[in-house]
């Protein structure tokens, strides 16, 4: 009914990729200007949702696309990006993928991609600190740690410290729990991410009534919001529990000036996107980030990845050309690219590091 409306009277059209795959634009639509949020969704040219928006990206004069994560694991993926919106462009920077093509594929796209991060348009917002908080593993942790190992279970790996039943005995539990009363003393509310189900109510349960309430994918966009806004008048040391996949993107959350990772996440745009939530505008106190890892553990391989793909983006995405120029004009003044294998790959090639450094075989 609204297509049939749009397509007779006009005007602004908004939609979700999900929707445009079951009902895309009408072959006779001419559109005049097309703009497409969160873009780095439509990355795999092989997927339903990507080829929806390019199909009605062909009916359009105009098309923006709109990331704050063009590059997340290789960079082809922000080709594929600028193929569907130059084509031209893309022609040039293809193949260049090593840090030493970086400042020329910069300059190569400079004339369809501009970035702004929050220091540029955002000159309040206050500081934003970022720890890692190291622990060693218990006995208790190591044999749970062995075990997941020897199971191949790479999710049950990923949750090192947090497997085992008796929180007492966590190192990241305990560590959480030092953060929480560092918060609380300081008159500050928290918001605490993991992947996992798991992981989340064991942290409700750690808070007790601090906890506001944990979202997930099952809770809905009224129920989400409702959490955060009984987070603005809570008490001192108050947390939202939250799913990464679910609370990490699209809410606002400046009430909470905390942020605490469970478990580093194999892509940064994960992290990113979830500190954005307390760590934007409105936002009137420093913003701290805890990492909770573990020495000599899954944690340490992923943090390498992490830091690989971190250097990728900065030297391929994190700047734009035209972007530096209109800044300047404003205030008046040996390692290789190829992070892009797939994840089950990633996690194989860590599952099988970890096992040979601490000399045990799977199934």
């Not at 509310?189 to 997930?216: A, E, P």
């Amino acid at each position: 009914m609204e297509m049939t409306q749009w397509v007779s009277d006009g005007g602004v059209a908004i939609t979700t990729y999900e929707t445009l795959v079951k009902i895309p634009v009408p072959p006779t639509v001419t559109v005049n200007m097309m703009v497409v949020d969160e873009a780095h969704y439509i990355k795999n040219p092989e997927a339903q949702r990507t080829q929806a928006v390019v199909a009605a990206g062909q009916r359009a004069e105009r098309i923006l696309y709109m990331s704050g994560t063009p590059l997340e694991n290789k960079v082809e993926e922000m080709q594929f990006l600028i193929r569907c919106l130059q084509p031209e462009i893309a022609e040039q920077i293809e193949g260049m993928k090593q840090l030493t093509q970086a400042e020329e594929f910069r300059s190569a796209i400079a004339p369809v991609y501009l970035r702004r991060v929050r220091e540029d348009v955002l000159k309040e917002l206050p500081e934003l600190i970022e720890k890692e908080q190291w622990g060693l593993m218990t006995h208790e942790e190591m044999t749970a740690y062995e075990n997941a190992l020897m199971s191949d279970n790479f999710m049950a790996v990923r949750q090192v410290s947090w497997q085992i039943s008796d929180m007492s005995k966590s190192t990241k539990a305990q560590r959480l729990i030092e953060i929480w009363e560092e918060a609380k003393e300081g008159g500050r509310k928290l918001i605490i991410f993991s992947f996992f189900k798991d992981v989340l109510y064991k942290v409700s349960g750690l808070l007790g009534d601090y906890c506001i309430g944990v979202i997930d994918g099952s809770i809905s966009s009224e129920e989400r919001q409702k959490m955060i806004d009984e987070l603005k008048t809570a008490k001192d040391g108050s947390a939202l529990v939250a799913q990464i996949q679910a609370g990490g993107v699209g809410l606002n959350i400046q009430a909470a000036s905390v942020v605490v990772f469970c478990e580093p996440q194999i892509k940064p745009s994960l992290e990113t996107q979830a500190v954005a939530r307390a760590y934007r505008m409105g936002q009137s106190r420093s913003v701290l980030v805890h990492r909770l890892l573990i020495q000599d553990s899954v944690d340490e391989r992923v943090m390498e990845i992490l830091h690989t793909k971190g250097e990728l983006f900065e030297q391929f995405a994190d700047e734009s050309v035209i972007g530096r120029m209109d800044i300047q004009a404003n205030e008046g003044n040996e390692s290789d690219g190829e992070a892009g294998v797939s994840e089950k790959k990633l996690m194989t090639n860590i599952m099988e590091q970890e096992k040979k450094r601490l000399g045990i075989a799977g199934k």
